[in-house]
């Protein structure tokens, strides 16, 4: 997959089980390798561990004949 430098163009939102959104997981790209994880938080409290992976919420992505991911 050919990746473009800097975050992804949607980044992945997470949830916790207190918050519908508390922020989002971001993904840096340098020269098609992975370079950094920053994760925003929209709440009070800064998290103290990255989120679950059930508890990602994907960006939707349109394609054709195929709704989300």
């Not at 992975?34 to 929209?42: A, D, G, K, R, T």
């Not at 103290?48 to 059930?54: F, G």
């Given at each position: 997959m050919d990746l473009p430098d800097g975050p992804p163009p949607?980044?992945?939102?997470?949830?916790?089980?207190?918050?519908?959104?508390a922020g989002e997981l971001l993904?840096?790209?340098q020269d098609g390798t992975?370079?950094?994880?920053?994760?925003?938080?929209?709440t009070d409290a800064m998290p103290?561990?990255?989120?679950?992976?059930?508890q990602l919420?994907?960006?939707q992505?349109?394609?054709p004949g195929r709704r989300g991911l």
């Open positions: 949607e980044a992945a939102s997470h949830r916790t089980d207190a918050e519908a959104l993904i840096w790209v992975m370079q950094m994880v920053e994760l925003p938080w929209f103290t561990e990255l989120p679950r992976v059930d919420v994907h960006p992505i349109e394609r």
